[in-house]
């Protein structure tokens, strides 16, 4: 026993911890979280002394180890990025950025009590909803409305109160899949709904409505085509017709509107989508739309309609299950409340602010970081100022892009596929990981979505003075 102990290669875990170094790491992170650092990297090396070049570390390589995986073990997951796709409202980096006072709001509902279910007035309780009903109303011209967690869970929560066990009337060429497993058929069925398919891919008409109708109908929907467009031979029923049939029989018209927009973004010489107050004046019934996509709020799915249903819609148990935190709310309420104030709106909600971007800043701001950029990647690659195509993103406007500009990165190498995927992963590196998209030989850096400018510049700057990005990526392949 002896004779083992003394041979052991390694310092003891307490003889670690004393060592200044891993002391003061004790002050930062506290002696808990450092004699579990201690024990796994010793552990690791425990492991590897097997191994052929093994070597007996000494105490300053196991204190930096040490502190390496403290660090590590003490830094996000979730980390901001600078989205360069030029797709602004991209589902994969978080979408819709929050104002400025949305921020401000959330701040509030995390660190103070706030009146979430408590009614000021009577001193009785309240309900969430009521938070945002009066402003959402008041956008849309609804007669009510509610919220749950996503645009996906306000369908689902709709069709299971409305239309369960019962015929939902929608047409083929609306049947859409959105992605990341939301489909119309697979919803309906989730809520126990039955879909009745009408038409064809490319027409349907009001007759094909008019003949779907049976005593198991429940409601006639309509779903926006918001991530595809079919061309050519093609006839979709208006929303005032589908109303005007549904209301015939006695039913109600919903829609899923998917991003709908609040504002009408053809003003700002946007493409038009459609806007929630003119389907609710169209006559749907209940309509539903996300938060976080045109809206430029948190993540959340609306819902505004008809005030009997929007009650028979609450009153379901899965209401309960699908309802927004305090945080949401506090969000979407300072969002909406944007929207009282149509002259500061661009200026205020960046989701606008960054689809409305004017060209000219954009390209001003390209001219400005090429030589910042081309300084920090070395002569082997090219950084050219070109014309790109920004998108709304999340399946709005798919057909419609709007001009834009980028940094073009090419290798100068003809068969550069490698060192652009190489530059890609450097750029990913970065303390503030840089997000582009790779088309005909180039990395292209859309700047539509950069307004920290400085930020950016900076690491280009720091990343020019560590190594040469050409370097590192022409040598790995
Ligand atoms: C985006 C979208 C959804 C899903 O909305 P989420 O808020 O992402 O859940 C549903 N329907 C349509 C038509 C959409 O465009």
């Given at each position: 026993m002896t004779?083992?102990?003394?041979?052991s290669?390694?310092?003891?875990?307490d003889?670690?911890?004393?060592?200044?170094?891993?002391?003061d790491?004790c002050?930062?992170?506290?002696?808990?979280?450092?004699?579990?650092?201690?024990?796994?990297?010793?552990e690791?090396?425990?492991?590897?002394?097997?191994e052929p070049?093994y070597?007996?570390p000494?105490e300053d390589e196991?204190?930096g180890?040490?502190?390496?995986?403290l660090?590590?073990r003490?830094?996000?997951a979730?980390?901001?990025?600078?989205?360069?796709?030029?797709?602004?409202?991209?589902?994969?980096?978080?979408?819709a950025?929050?104002?400025e006072?949305?921020?401000q709001h959330v701040g509030m509902a995390?660190?103070e009590?706030c009146n979430l279910?408590f009614d000021?007035?009577?001193g009785?309780?309240g309900?969430?909803?009521s938070?945002?009903?009066?402003?959402l109303?008041?956008?849309t011209?609804?007669?009510a409305a509610?919220?749950?967690?996503?645009?996906?869970?306000a369908?689902?929560?709709v069709?299971a109160?409305?239309?369960?066990?019962k015929?939902?009337?929608l047409?083929?060429g609306e049947?859409v899949e959105?992605?990341?497993?939301?489909?119309?058929p697979?919803v309906?069925r989730s809520?126990g709904?039955?879909?009745?398919e009408?038409?064809?891919?490319?027409r349907?008409h009001?007759?094909d409505?008019q003949?779907a109708?049976?005593?198991n109908?429940a409601?006639?929907?309509?779903?926006?085509?918001?991530?595809?467009?079919i061309e050519?031979?093609v006839?979709?029923?208006s929303e005032p017709e589908?109303a005007?049939?549904?209301?015939a029989?006695d039913?109600?018209?919903l829609?899923?509107?998917?991003?709908?927009?609040l504002i009408?973004?053809?003003?700002?010489g946007l493409?038009?989508?459609?806007i929630?107050?003119?389907?609710?004046?169209s006559?749907a019934?209940i309509v539903t739309?996300?938060?976080d996509k045109?809206?430029g709020?948190?993540?959340a799915?609306?819902?505004?309609?008809?005030?009997a249903?929007?009650?028979?819609?609450?009153?379901?148990p899965?209401?309960?299950?699908l309802?927004?935190?305090k945080l949401t709310?506090a969000?979407?309420e300072?969002?909406?409340?944007?929207?009282?104030n149509?002259?500061?709106?661009?200026r205020d909600i960046p989701t606008l602010?960054?689809l409305t971007r004017?060209?000219?800043?954009?390209e001003?701001?390209?001219?400005r970081?090429?030589?910042?950029?081309?300084?920090?990647l070395?002569a082997?690659w090219?950084?050219e100022?070109?014309?790109?195509?920004s998108q709304v993103?999340?399946?709005?406007?798919p057909v419609d892009v709007?001009?834009?500009a980028?940094?073009a990165i090419?290798?100068?190498?003809a068969?550069s596929g490698?060192?652009?995927?190489?530059?890609?992963?450097?750029?990913r590196?970065?303390?503030?990981?840089?997000?582009?998209?790779?088309a005909?030989?180039?990395?292209?850096l859309?700047?539509?979505?950069?307004?920290?400018?400085a930020a950016?510049?900076?690491?280009?700057?720091?990343?020019?003075q560590?190594q040469?990005?050409g370097?590192?990526a022409a040598?790995?392949e």
């Amino acid at each position: 026993m002896t004779t083992q102990k003394t041979a052991s290669p390694f310092p003891s875990v307490d003889r670690v911890a004393r060592l200044p170094r891993v002391l003061d790491l004790c002050e930062e992170h506290g002696r808990t979280a450092v004699i579990e650092a201690i024990r796994a990297v010793l552990e690791s090396y425990r492991a590897r002394m097997s191994e052929p070049d093994y070597q007996i570390p000494d105490e300053d390589e196991i204190a930096g180890q040490v502190a390496a995986r403290l660090q590590q073990r003490g830094s996000f997951a979730l980390r901001r990025v600078f989205n360069l796709t030029g797709t602004v409202l991209h589902t994969n980096l978080g979408r819709a950025l929050l104002s400025e006072r949305a921020v401000q709001h959330v701040g509030m509902a995390m660190r103070e009590a706030c009146n979430l279910e408590f009614d000021l007035d009577s001193g009785g309780r309240g309900e969430r909803d009521s938070l945002i009903e009066e402003v959402l109303t008041e956008l849309t011209g609804a007669e009510a409305a509610t919220v749950v967690n996503n645009n996906a869970a306000a369908v689902l929560l709709v069709l299971a109160a409305l239309a369960y066990e019962k015929d939902v009337v929608l047409s083929r060429g609306e049947l859409v899949e959105i992605g990341g497993a939301f489909r119309i058929p697979d919803v309906m069925r989730s809520a126990g709904a039955r879909l009745v398919e009408i038409g064809t891919t490319n027409r349907t008409h009001p007759a094909d409505y008019q003949r779907a109708i049976g005593p198991n109908t429940a409601a006639l929907m309509k779903v926006h085509t918001s991530n595809y467009k079919i061309e050519g031979f093609v006839t979709q029923v208006s929303e005032p017709e589908v109303a005007d049939i549904a209301h015939a029989h006695d039913l109600p018209f919903l829609i899923d509107l998917g991003a709908g927009s609040l504002i009408d973004l053809t003003a700002y010489g946007l493409p038009k989508e459609p806007i929630v107050r003119e389907v609710i004046a169209s006559g749907a019934d209940i309509v539903t739309f996300s938060g976080d996509k045109l809206l430029g709020g948190p993540q959340a799915g609306l819902i505004v309609g008809k005030k009997a249903l929007i009650e028979r819609i609450k009153r379901h148990p899965m209401k309960r299950a699908l309802r927004v935190s305090k945080l949401t709310l506090a969000a979407l309420e300072a969002t909406l409340l944007s929207y009282r104030n149509p002259e500061h709106l661009l200026r205020d909600i960046p989701t606008l602010r960054l689809l409305t971007r004017p060209l000219a800043e954009i390209e001003a701001l390209a001219a400005r970081l090429q030589p910042v950029v081309a300084a920090a990647l070395g002569a082997a690659w090219r950084v050219e100022v070109l014309p790109a195509r920004s998108q709304v993103g999340s399946g709005s406007l798919p057909v419609d892009v709007i001009p834009s500009a980028a940094l073009a990165i090419s290798h100068h190498e003809a068969r550069s596929g490698a060192a652009l995927n190489t530059l890609a992963t450097r750029l990913r590196e970065l303390p503030v990981p840089v997000i582009g998209r790779i088309a005909d030989n180039r990395l292209l850096l859309d700047l539509r979505c950069l307004e920290d400018e400085a930020a950016f510049a900076g690491q280009f700057k720091q990343l020019q003075q560590l190594q040469p990005v050409g370097n590192a990526a022409a040598s790995s392949e």
